[in-house]
């Protein structure tokens, strides 16, 4: 009796996929559904082209866009909204470099497929498929690869940010918020008092000037909202390699000072709706502009790269970065001087920053045409929905202000 239940357990075993083989599945399944939807694009283009119809309808985009959102309550609605929107922008990609690669009066009648009969059904198909999925691996708390999303991702021509973009974004549609709550709006709300984490090294969001005082947009962000509120502000000083032991010992309720929203940083905070978009790029003099001209000539030996500890910079350096030299540097305010005294050649960072500097040193310049990821910012918040959908509502009618933009451009900079 023995023996035979334990045949029939080692068959069980057998028979039933371990949970990583299962979420191996599930993300390869998901990436396969992704890219066979954008296979098809070249053949949408091709009937546009044909038909003379626009690459683009946003108007239809707008209404398919939100009733997707609205079929999948069950995920954040910020993260999916921008999954399916970048979805749509690498279709839309892809369909203007077929039309701009082919010729209309080559194309064969015979062979262009309808894209009401035959093509917007398949679409549609794939797509409720990637909500399914979706759906399934978020409750299997599926696991993402970023060498086996580029490896079913390889033979479409996207952007290295679009590509980056996809992937971040479909990875915080799987990551599951903290679940613990701290209840740190009764608290605000109680004492009228609102803890601000800043890292004040960050132009054009949070830094010192001169004189000591705290300026950027972060920090005039802040100071209307705790106007609006109610709210007395004591600041916290914190730094990049301590922002999330800070956050975690619940040193500030809230932070600011250019955070770029990662699943990583997700999975123990939250964070409000993105107020700006960017992507790193890479900063060097402009005596170099002909020579390091992409990511491949910069990652050479030879080549001196200079990071600042503990944030997304140096993060995007360690995984991409590989026969260039690393060298690091503590300060994030005098970092830009080691490029210009010729102790480093290129900082990689968020082009926002990038372009700034450039404009206070002349003799730095972008390197770089596009930027190679995909990020967005957000305030960082401790783990209280009550908190984030108080923030979230300011933040969205402050962005539609004449103020919002007003404060990028008094600080050299545009928002995105």
Known sequence: MLRLCFALTLALCLLTPSSSQASNDTESTLYQLMSERLSLMPEVAKYKLY???PIEDPAREAVVLERTVSRIQALDPTHTKLFFSLQMNAAKAIQKEVIESINKQALDPVQIRSLNAD???????????????LLISYQNETQLSRANFDAHFADLKLSPRLKDGLFKSLELVLTKPPEFTRGTLGRIQADKTLRVGVTLDYAPFSYQNEDGEFIGVDIELVKALAA?????????????PTLMT???????????????????????????????????????RCASESELTNLATIDRSGVRVIINPGGTNERFVRSTITKA??????????????????????????????????TKHSSLCVLLDQ????????????PDPELKDLIDSWLLDAMSSQDFEASFRKHGATPD
């Open 371 to 382: 930027p190679l990821t995909f990020q967005q910012k957000g305030v960082l918040l401790q």
């Open 325 to 358: 030299s690393i060298i690091v540097h503590p300060d994030n305010r005098t970092i830009f001087h080691e490029i210009v005294n010729k102790n480093a050649d290129v900082m990689f960072t968020d082009s926002i920053e990038a372009q700034l500097q450039a």
């Open 119 to 133: 093509l917007r059904p398949k679409l549609t198909e794939l797509g409720d498929q990637i909500i399914e999925e």
């Open 246 to 284: 800070d956050a975690q010992n619940n040193a500030f309720d809230i932070a600011l000072s250019g955070i770029s929203i990662t699943a990583a940083r997700q999975t123990h905070m939250l964070f409000s709706v993105p107020y700006h978009t960017g992507g790193k790029t890479a900063l060097g």
């Open 51 to 53: 038909h003379d119809l």
């Open 228 to 240: 609006d509120l109610g709210y007395t502000i004591v600041w916290v000083k914190t730094s990049w």
